[in-house]
C-alpha cells in the first residue's frame, strides 16, 4: 500500500463550541491575539460575541478586517505588520474561507518574514508560525483543517496555492450556529465548495483510505442534507453540513486536489470570481473529463450520489454526474461561466496558468492547457 500521511487541527466541534475559545487560546499560550475577521462579518453578531469571550477572560485583542474575498497579497502585509507592531502572540480568526487563508498568510510572515509571494508553492515554510485557532462561520472552505493557503498576488493577478503541514492551525473551533445567520445563497455555495473538495480529493492521485472514507462521507452528506440545510435552515441538517464540510477539509488537505481547483484559482486571480460560484460551473465537465482515467472511481461517486445502479461504473458515474446539474439548477445557482465573466477574450490566459497551479498535479488524468479550454468552452 502506498506510504501516507494524514495531518489535521485539533478540532472542537459542537453547537456553541465557540464559548471554548479563550480556554483554547490560553491552552496555546494566548496574551494578546490578532483576531481577523472580515467587514461582511461585522453585521451579524458574532464578532462581538468572540470578542466578548476574549475580553471576559482577560485576552486582548486587536481586530483586523481589511480583508477581501481572494485576499489580497498587500492585505496580508498590513496584517503582519499590525501583528508585529501590537506585539501579538496568537492568531484567531472568525470567517469564511478568505479571512482564514489571510490568517495563514499573516502568520507565514510573522514567523518567516518576506513578502507572501515568497512562500508560492509547496513546502517552502521553514520556520513555525505563530498558533493558529480557526472559527469557520460558513461549511465549505475547509481552510480551518487544511495545509492550503490562497491568496491574490495583484501585480501577476494570480490566485498563489501555498502549501505546507505549518498551516494546519492548531485548533478549529466549529460551531454549526454560526451558519444560522447565513444567507441561502452562501449556505449553497460554500457546501458545493464542500463537495468540490470531497470529489476532487476522492479521485486524486494521492488519495488514500484514509482520505476517501473522508471524502466518501462529505459527498453522502451533502447530498441528503443540501436542501434542508438551505431551504428550510434546518439546524440538524445545517450541523450535518459543517461535519460534511469537516471531512472533505480533511480528505483535501491530505489528498491534494485538482483541475477544477486549478482553474478556480485561476478565474479568481484575473477575473477576482468568488470562488465558490466556480464550482457548480466547471464540476461536472471536470468529472466528465476525468471519468474516463478512473471508470471504477468515478462509479463509487455516483453511486453515493445516486444509490446503487445496476449498470457499468460509467454509467453510473454519468448518471451521477447528471443528477448533480439537476441538483444545482434546482438549488439555483449559476451553472454556465458566461455568467461568470464578460467574455471568452481571456480563457487561454486562464488556462495557460492553471497548468501552473499545485492543484494541477494531483489530478487523476493528464491535461494541458487545450484540455482545459475544452472543459470551459463545454461549461460556457
Not at 465549505?140 to 487544511?146: K, L, T
Request: with cysteine.
Amino acid at each position: 500500500m502506498l506510504i501516507t500521511k494524514f495531518a489535521i487541527p485539533d478540532i472542537i466541534f459542537g453547537n456553541g463550541s465557540v464559548r471554548h475559545l479563550a480556554q483554547c487560546a490560553r491552552r496555546v499560550g494566548a496574551k494578546r491575539v490578532l483576531l481577523v475577521s472580515d467587514k461582511g462579518l461585522n453585521d451579524t453578531i458574532w464578532v462581538n460575541k468572540v470578542r466578548e469571550i476574549l475580553d471576559e477572560d482577560g485576552l486582548k485583542s486587536v481586530y483586523f478586517n481589511n480583508v477581501d474575498s481572494n485576499p489580497r497579497d498587500y492585505q496580508i502585509h498590513e496584517g503582519a505588520e499590525i501583528y508585529r507592531r501590537e506585539g501579538c502572540d496568537v492568531l484567531v480568526c472568525l470567517g469564511g474561507g478568505s479571512p482564514m487563508d489571510a490568517t495563514k498568510g499573516i502568520g507565514i510572515l510573522a514567523g518567516n518574514g518576506g513578502r507572501i509571494r515568497d512562500y508560492e508553492g509547496a513546502n517552502r515554510i521553514m520556520r513555525p508560525l505563530p498558533p493558529m485557532i480557526l472559527i469557520p462561520s460558513t461549511a465549505g472552505s475547509g481552510s480551518d483543517i487544511s495545509q492550503f493557503c490562497i491568496i491574490t498576488d495583484v501585480e501577476r493577478e494570480v490566485k498563489m496555492s501555498i502549501i505546507s503541514r505549518s498551516l494546519v492551525a492548531n485548533i478549529s473551533i466549529i460551531d454549526p450556529l454560526l451558519l444560522s445567520t447565513k444567507s441561502k445563497s452562501l449556505i449553497i455555495a460554500s457546501a458545493i465548495d464542500a463537495l468540490a473538495h470531497a470529489v476532487e480529493s476522492h479521485v486524486s492521485k494521492l488519495a488514500s483510505p484514509f482520505t476517501r472514507m473522508h471524502s466518501q462521507k462529505a459527498i453522502e452528506l451533502f447530498v441528503q442534507y443540501i436542501k434542508p440545510a438551505a431551504l428550510e435552515r434546518d439546524p440538524h441538517a445545517l450541523e450535518q453540513l459543517s461535519i460534511a464540510s469537516t471531512s472533505a477539509g480533511m480528505a483535501f488537505s491530505n489528498a491534494g486536489l485538482g483541475i477544477l481547483h486549478a482553474l478556480a484559482h485561476s478565474l479568481g486571480g484575473i477575473y477576482d470570481v468568488l470562488h465558490g460560484l466556480v464550482h457548480p460551473v466547471l464540476l461536472p465537465s471536470v468529472m466528465r473529463y476525468n471519468l474516463s482515467a478512473c471508470p471504477e472511481i468515478m462509479g463509487d461517486i455516483g453511486r453515493m450520489i445516486v444509490g446503487p445502479r445496476l449498470c457499468s461504473s460509467k454509467e453510473t458515474g454519468l448518471a451521477g454526474i447528471a443528477t448533480l446539474e439537476n441538483l444545482f439548477n434546482e438549488l439555483g445557482v449559476t451553472t454556465r461561466l458566461r455568467e461568470l465573466i464578460p467574455d471568452d477574450s481571456r480563457l487561454e490566459t486562464i488556462c495557460k496558468m492553471a497548468v501552473k497551479d499545485a492543484c494541477y498535479v494531483s489530478n487523476p488524468r493528464e491535461a494541458d492547457w487545450t484540455d482545459l479550454m475544452d472543459i470551459c468552452r463545454e461549461a460556457w
